[in-house]
């Protein structure tokens, strides 16, 4: 019989986030796979790293940050080998991914490699949207709302549009696209109704207003958007 492959979602980054399923499965897995930075560290195995057990087989997936996704693909088509053997040999493999596996997470790409072929489990994750509101005391959405997620790199007039028509708006990978989100949220009237997050609930934890917030943004960071002054009253 084949192994289980589990997505295990890890949260926005404080180890105690880490879910009391997630932390069981990390803590007997003999297989431990997890994505990295190539050449660099991995951000999901230093929130798990007090879990792994020292003698279990880690896959590590190098995959590079670029625009092309070709090389990231790659990585992937990699690391599914990887996993696909150990499970080919019986064994459970417990894949980590920051965040929530199936909100964009990494797992998604090794979801669709392997799923038609194997066992899988999701174990769902703190979300960086949920970890940003809580930190920023920032409630998002209540009864009817909408909470509209955008995504940094769409094009300036696309942001536009989607924020003008939206109620609470989380803008996620801000990046070197701040600038541009800024100038979009200031022309619209917005700023004083935006929330500045980067690395949420880890040490190096930033919680602005957004007229307060620094000119370079890491890609860990987000922008809270709601309209209206306390609209969940």
Not at 3 to 21: E, F, N, Q, S, W
Not at 214 to 229: C, D, Q, R, V, W
Request: a negative charge; hydrophobic letters at 45%; one cysteine or more.
């Amino acid at each position: 019989m084949t192994g289980v492959l589990y997505g295990v979602g890890l949260g926005p980054g404080a180890p105690d986030l880490i879910t009391l399923r997630a932390a069981r499965l990390i803590e007997d897995a003999k297989v431990v796979a997890y994505p990295s930075l190539a050449g660099g560290d991995s951000f999901a195995r230093a929130i798990a790293a007090d879990l792994i057990a020292s003698d279990a087989q880690e896959i590590v997936m190098d995959v590079p940050m670029t625009v092309e996704r070709a090389p990231a693909q790659a990585a992937y088509d990699t690391g599914a080998a990887q996993i696909a053997a150990a499970l080919d040999a019986g064994r459970d493999v417990v894949c980590l991914c920051e965040g929530d596996p199936f909100f964009y997470g990494s797992f998604m790409y090794l979801y669709a490699r392997l799923s038609d072929k194997y066992q899988v489990e999701i174990v769902p994750g703190v979300t960086s949207i949920t970890a940003c509101a809580a930190r920023a005391g920032m409630p998002l959405a209540a009864r009817n709302e909408r909470l509209t997620v955008l995504p940094g790199p769409l094009p300036e007039g696309e942001l536009r549009t989607r924020i003008e028509g939206a109620e609470s708006v989380v803008i996620m990978k801000v990046g070197r696209h701040l600038a541009k989100i800024r100038a979009v949220i200031d022309d619209l009237g917005l700023t004083d109704s935006a929330m500045y997050v980067e690395r949420a609930t880890l040490p190096q934890e930033v919680v602005l207003p957004l007229a307060e917030a620094p000119e370079k943004a890491p890609y860990f960071s987000m922008i809270l958007l709601t309209k209206g002054a306390d609209p969940w009253l």
